[in-house]
């Protein structure tokens, strides 16, 4: 028998060496997306035109995932990455004018990690939405710096945004945006993080500083298209240049890493969000950026985790952006029940296990009216013919005859996820603009959001970066359907260009009863925004500065209406060039 003093004695050997061990930390987590690279944009995949050694060591140090999908564009890929769910489900159905935006009751990334304890941050392209409660900072992070648009028209010290308030940028964006994030690395190198660094390149424009470019300017490209006569040369050297920086960028990140000593206890996944964005040697894959076929939206997927995952491990099962948000919970030990159910799953097992029990699966693609379904061997595309994505990754010879039931397999899966995937989305084209929510002070209403009366017309047809001009008529005007989430009393900032001839201008900014009158009193007319850096024609708009010129306050009600901006007298030949209003919350 135990005497009562030496069971106490040992009592306290146990609590004092129940002390002294060491709790398990959390991994921090980073996410690297860029935007616009294709599969065939790396070394490591066998193109000798561009070299990526950063990129690459993260696949050669963990694990790389041979056949991993993306969606055809950039939002709906953010909003598969962020929930776990097909874009669809979240609301997202296009790249602009509201489309973007996902769905205010999906759960997101941010929000799991926050409420695990984690630090969150993003910077870079957000594209899944601009005004809160759609904004980055309402939808998990706590902090955010870069632009939540489409694209972005200049990438030499733009106008951006930190936590909903307009800053210039330093230097090049990506250079940038990796500067912030090995600042919030560092501020948080004794917390768990998340830290999700969606970067806007090599989408275009194609803007490449010289550092990048004067290596690509007279390259002869080893490797082209097999549709030699469809290839912009100069673009895909732009783009390759572009690739090139981010492969710098990354190994400034995995260097910033080491020196905090956070190597073994980071997983950094690299990604990207589509195909490539130009006709360009692919791996021989049919498709590019916008397309449902393969070379659409294969994407590189690498995943380090130094003393956890097996260094060059390669995994050939098919996969997805949705897998992403379960697989990095489950391997920071994150319990969390989703109240819709995920379409993603967790690739934990194929990380960790050497022969993972793992079931057959169907993933689906959709942009637009065309939808291909993808199992393991095969694809089904969005015409109704069958490839063997083994043997023919061009997808040029059709078996869907010579293998019926392989074929309406494959179609019956298309049927099912269209009656219940997509049969969820519903394009609320009506869906209105928010303003004053309380989670940020700021709110952007910028001229992409707003429908032009008259003859305004917009700088481009894009709109995503674009302004409206043109505006020679006081019967013209610009609005936006809103929705005010809390009343208040704002402050109304218009960023605008004016020519000396032109000023005088005035106009009503408006909103039900409300309404705030202004006049333009100071000219501001610099010139578009030629860069020396644009090394291809640029479809997008080219941008330029404009002026910000605080116009006083406007008391808003909570509720719908039609925010309208309306000249009310034009000395000149024109009102005004228009870029945004921002509204800032006042103290009541």
Known sequence: MISKLSRLFLLCFLFLLSCGEEKPTKPNIIILLADDQGWGDLSLHGNTNLSTPNIDALATAGASFDRFYVAPVCSPTRAELLTGRYHVR?????????????????LTMGTVFKEAGYATAAYGKWHNGMQAPYHPNTRGFDDFYGFCSGHWGNYISPMLEHNGEFVKGKGFIIDDLTERGMAFMENHKDDPFLLYLPYNTPHSPMQVPQRWWQKFQNKELDLRNIHLEKEDVLHTKAALALCENIDWNVGRLTEK????????????????DNGPNGVRWNGGMKGKKGSTDEGGIRSPLFVKWPGKLKAGKHISQITSVMDLLPTLADLAGIDFTPEKKLDGISLKPLLLEENPAWDQRYLLSHWGKNTSVRSQKYRLDAKGQLFDMEKDPGQTSDIA?????????????????????????SKEDLRSFTIGHPGLKYTQIPARDGVAHGNIQRSNKFPNCSFFTNWTRTSDSITWDVEVVESGLFEVEVYYTCAEENIG?????????????????????????????????????????????NIGSISLEKGSGVLRLKATKIPGNQAMDFRLINLKRRSE
Request: net charge negative.
């Open 401 to 425: 005859a010579q293998y019926p039931r392989i074929a309406k397999a494959h179609e019956q899966a298309k049927i099912s996820w269209e009656n219940d995937a997509l049969a969820a989305l």
């Open 257 to 272: 890493l080491e020196t905090l000593g956070l190597t073994k206890n980071t997983i950094v996944v690299y990604l990207s």
């Open 90 to 106: 979240g609301g997202v159905y296009a790249t602009s004018a509201g489309g973007e935006r996902l769905n205010l009751d999906e």
């Open 505 to 549: 201008a005035s106009f009503a900014l408006s909103l039900g009863e409300n309404q705030l009158e202004w006049e333009v009193s100071e000219a501001y007319n610099p010139p578009l925004l030629v860069s020396e850096t644009d090394r291809v024609p640029r479809e997008e708009s080219y941008v330029k500065e404009f002026k910000k010129k």
